[in-house]
RNA sequence: GGAGAAAUACCCAAGUCUGGUUGAAGGGACCGGUCUUGAAAACCGGGAGGUCGGCGACGGCGCGGGGGUUCGAAUCCCUCUUUCUCCGCCA
């Protein structure tokens, strides 16, 4: 969410910002929202006037009952009490044409970073550099999941049985190495001095209202049955909620965490959950990046984070490039993003596994996350996320990059205090 | 899960029975000063937070959230949330 100032005094960059991302429907609410904007405020005078007329009478009604003056007392309560439906009637269209104005104002996107491409859809996103050589082995690497039940690491069929379509079983060797990725991913951000934080897994509505859009609560949102809670679809979820509505201290800034959870998303609509495999699935474990920081340090931090993701997966010999995301690729509340993608040598191109972004005071805005300046001002933070990790798509990619011709897996050094000293995963 | 108590501003806390002169006593913290080599202590002084509208004067909202009664609600009623105590149950 922008701040309305700005359409109240530029329209013009509103208007351009959205041209931008391709959304030239949106153009209208911009004008719309002035008028209403306009409109509001005319409102808002006129009710507040009413409103001290009112409490000034009844002051009156109270000095006057004090002082025995009953009957004039009974005159002015009368005149009050005919005020009330117009003050009614105000506050009524105050409400609607606040929500009104609320609502569109939640559609107009976040202003975009100056350098961002401009380009309708991800097809115009654009490959920034690549970080290791992408190698294609002269063997075959086999499907990630075909490379998983080869070592009894994967079954599908049981999951299928007891929870349906989109679940998995991790055994053995492959649910291990799925643990060892998250505990050094942890450890990895820890070092890099991020407080590593569990969450709550499941959340209430309101929380669940002031982190996403109707559609996509629809679309991802596990509801339980009878009870105010939802399964959370990344930790993000929680973590932002943890500070809605809050005022921290200029010290405490920035906030810098890594955050665990398991992952929940019904994955309703476009894709559905057709793939084969663990591409695309209701459940998936992840540990995410999270800062809150004064807006003069975000770039940075921006810079910091998709770093972090590059350096964590070269360090497990994956090759990834960075692909910086276009105009019209861009969420509404994201200021600039970008995602990096692991190289797959089965299918000869790159694939996303971290995506980072900076959505500046939008999304602070929304959720009235603010600090306190030395001066008493306050502001609203600057927030970005990133991934750090999401097993088990990661594994996709950390399976095919060390697959051996003899068909076992080379586990990468930094994973093998974590996979008890083991160097490689061979088949029984 | 059962019974009871509570939620007031940055923190503690009065006011709630008995609705109006309470945007809210009193402390603490905070800021300024005196004293001091400096600090602490003591004393003197200062302003009371938030949010929306307004160029401003000022005004609206606001005593955990939401709703209601009333001319008028921190105060009465309903509801939700949270915390504490006791009981029960359980990793």
Same mark, same amino acid.
């Given at each position: 969410?922008?701040?309305?100032?700005?359409?109240?005094?530029?329209?013009?960059?509103?208007?351009?910002?959205?041209?931008?991302?391709?959304?030239?429907?949106?153009?209208?609410?911009?004008?719309?929202?002035?008028?209403?904007d306009v409109t509001y405020r005319e409102t808002k005078q006129q009710m507040d006037e009413a409103r001290a007329l009112k409490n000034r009478l009844s002051d009156q009604i109270g000095t006057l009952m004090r002082e025995g003056k009953k009957e004039e007392a009974m005159t002015v309560k009368e005149q009050v009490s005919e005020m009330g439906k117009e003050i009614d009637q105000l506050t009524a269209k105050e409400d609607e044409l606040g929500k009104t104005i609320?609502?569109?104002?939640?559609?107009?996107?976040?202003?975009?970073?100056?350098?961002?491409?401009?380009?309708?859809?991800?097809?115009?996103?654009?490959?920034?550099?690549?970080?290791?050589?992408?190698?294609?082995?002269?063997?075959?690497?086999?499907?990630?999941?075909?490379?998983?039940?080869?070592?009894?690491?994967?079954?599908?069929?049981?999951?299928?049985?007891?929870?349906?379509?989109?679940?998995?079983?991790?055994?053995?060797?492959?649910?291990?190495?799925?643990?060892?990725?998250?505990?050094?991913?942890?450890?990895?951000?820890?070092?890099?001095?991020?407080?590593?934080?569990?969450?709550?897994?499941?959340?209430?509505?309101?929380?669940?209202?002031?982190?996403?859009?109707?559609?996509?609560?629809?679309?991802?949102? =596990? @509801?339980? +049955?009878?009870? $105010?809670?939802?399964?959370?679809? #990344?930790?993000?979820?929680?973590? %932002? /909620?943890?500070?809605?509505?809050?005022?921290?201290?200029?010290?405490?800034?920035?906030?810098?965490?890594?955050?665990?959870?398991?992952?929940?998303?019904?994955?309703?609509?476009?894709?559905?959950?057709?793939?084969?495999?663990?591409?695309?699935?209701?459940?998936?474990?992840?540990?995410?990046?999270?800062?809150?920081?004064?807006?003069?340090?975000?770039?940075?931090?921006?810079?910091?984070?998709?770093?972090?993701?590059?350096?964590?997966?070269?360090?497990?010999?994956?090759?990834?490039?960075?692909?910086?995301?276009?105009?019209?690729?861009?969420?509404?509340?994201?200021?600039?993003?970008?995602?990096?993608?692991?190289?797959?040598?089965?299918?000869?191109?790159?694939?996303?596994?971290?995506?980072?972004?900076?959505?500046?005071?939008?999304?602070?805005?929304?959720?009235?996350?603010? =600090? @306190?300046? +030395?001066?008493? $001002?306050?502001?609203?933070?600057? #927030?970005?996320?990133?991934?750090? %990790? /999401?097993?088990?798509?990661?594994?996709?990619?950390?399976?095919?990059?060390?697959?051996?011709?003899?068909?076992?897996?080379?586990?990468?050094?930094?994973?093998?205090?974590?996979?008890?000293?083991?160097?490689?995963?061979?088949?029984?």
């Amino acid at each position: 969410m922008i701040d309305i100032k700005l359409i109240r005094e530029n329209r013009d960059l509103v208007k351009e910002n959205i041209k931008k991302k391709f959304q030239n429907q949106k153009l209208p609410l911009v004008d719309e929202i002035y008028e209403l904007d306009v409109t509001y405020r005319e409102t808002k005078q006129q009710m507040d006037e009413a409103r001290a007329l009112k409490n000034r009478l009844s002051d009156q009604i109270g000095t006057l009952m004090r002082e025995g003056k009953k009957e004039e007392a009974m005159t002015v309560k009368e005149q009050v009490s005919e005020m009330g439906k117009e003050i009614d009637q105000l506050t009524a269209k105050e409400d609607e044409l606040g929500k009104t104005i609320k609502e569109k104002m939640m559609m107009i996107p976040n202003i975009i970073a100056d350098d961002v491409p401009i380009g309708e859809d991800d097809s115009k996103n654009v490959e920034e550099k690549r970080f290791g050589e992408p190698v294609v082995p002269p063997y075959e690497i086999p499907y990630h999941s075909d490379i998983m039940e080869s070592f009894s690491g994967l079954d599908k069929e049981a999951a299928a049985r007891v929870s349906g379509n989109g679940f998995y079983y991790l055994v053995g060797d492959i649910a291990r190495l799925h643990s060892a990725v998250l505990a050094y991913a942890r450890d990895f951000m820890i070092d890099k001095g991020f407080t590593y934080c569990i969450p709550p897994y499941m959340i209430r509505s309101d929380a669940v209202d002031g982190v996403m859009s109707f559609e996509e609560k629809n679309n991802m949102m =596990y @509801k339980i +049955e009878g009870e $105010d809670l939802y399964l959370i679809g #990344t930790s993000e979820h929680s973590m %932002i /909620a943890k500070f809605k509505d809050q005022i921290l201290k200029e010290s405490d800034l920035p906030i810098t965490m890594t955050s665990y959870s398991p992952c929940f998303r019904k994955e309703v609509g476009a894709h559905g959950i057709e793939e084969r495999g663990v591409y695309r699935i209701h459940q998936f474990e992840k540990q995410e990046m999270v800062v809150l920081c004064k807006p003069e340090d975000s770039e940075s931090w921006y810079d910091k984070m998709w770093n972090y993701s590059v350096e964590l997966f070269r360090t497990l010999d994956i090759p990834v490039r960075k692909l910086v995301c276009c105009s019209g690729d861009l969420a509404d509340l994201k200021y600039r993003s970008c995602d990096i993608e692991a190289w797959s040598p089965r299918q000869q191109k790159y694939f996303e596994v971290c995506s980072c972004s900076n959505l500046t005071d939008a999304q602070a805005r929304r959720l009235a996350i603010r =600090y @306190k300046k +030395e001066n008493g $001002d306050k502001e609203f933070v600057h #927030t970005l996320n990133n991934t750090v %990790i /999401a097993p088990p798509r990661m594994l996709i990619a950390l399976l095919e990059n060390n697959y051996q011709e003899d068909g076992s897996i080379l586990i990468p050094k930094v994973l093998r205090p974590y996979m008890g000293g083991k160097e490689k995963i061979e088949k029984k």
